[in-house]
């Protein structure tokens, strides 16, 4: 079945730097959505890419979907302490979610 | 807060036991995923009710089963339990008229079985 592989597993960043997490398919993915959950809660949905090549902007955080649909990433400028949290690429197929094994993002004051 | 409730929060069973674990969805969501999230791992698809039908399934076997209600809530019912069966379990309601098809998650029911 569908598989998505995100990278890296963990990441410890000092205040103030930047942070990007990946996200590969071995397959064409018609969208993919990323979701950030919380130390203790649950996932909350960020953004959701649909067209190849497509480059979206969320105050300090930026998302891409490749040009082939097969990969994608989030980078996140100058972090913040609120920024602490697991991060996840999913593959949405008619609203079934098929989720990375997520990135983990510490940031140290 | 997305308005999707759980219940129960906690939840503690011995193997072989049965559980059943609730959601009510956000208002005008007709549209109910439940997902295991096992420690450190990214949440996995259960399965997926529409109009009180299961629509899609991920690979869990047939002791995980589900309900929707004409209010659009749900069950999850897991016979049988076994320890690996231990995570968080997550409701996620959605709208099929929404072309982001943005899943909103409830706070989860954690399993714990000994």
């Known amino acids: 079945g569908q598989q998505v592989m995100q990278i890296p597993q963990y990441q410890h960043v000092q205040e103030g730097e930047d942070f990007t997490t990946y996200c590969n398919s071995s397959?064409?993915?018609?969208?993919i959505q990323w979701y950030k959950q919380r130390p203790g809660g649950h996932p909350v949905f960020l953004i959701q890419?649909?067209?190849?090549?497509e480059v979206k902007k969320q105050k300090r955080l930026t998302f891409q979907f490749g040009e082939a649909k097969k990969n994608s990433s989030l980078h996140i400028t100058a972090t913040q302490t609120t920024d602490v949290g697991t991060y996840f690429c999913?593959?949405?197929?008619?609203?079934?979610?098929?989720f990375g094994q997520g990135t983990t993002l510490q940031v140290k004051p | 807060e997305t308005g999707v409730t759980q219940s129960p929060t906690h939840l503690i069973k011995t193997r072989g036991q049965q559980v059943t674990l609730r959601c009510s969805s956000q208002s005008g969501h007709n549209t109910v995923s439940w997902y295991q999230q096992a420690l450190g791992q990214g949440p996995q698809f259960i399965f997926q009710?529409?109009?009180?039908?299961?629509?899609g399934r991920g690979n869990f076997p047939p002791r995980f089963s589900g309900l929707q209600f004409p209010n659009y809530s749900s069950e999850l019912n897991v016979n049988a339990l076994e320890l690996d069966d231990s995570a968080l379990y997550l409701c996620a309601s959605s709208s099929y008229r929404d072309p982001a098809h943005e899943q909103f998650f409830g706070p989860g029911t954690r399993l714990t079985v000994l």
């Open positions: 397959t064409t993915l018609s969208n």
């Open positions: 890419l649909v067209k190849s090549g």
């Open positions: 999913a593959a949405s197929n008619t609203g079934k979610l098929i």
């Open positions: 009710y529409y109009r009180e039908e299961e629509n």
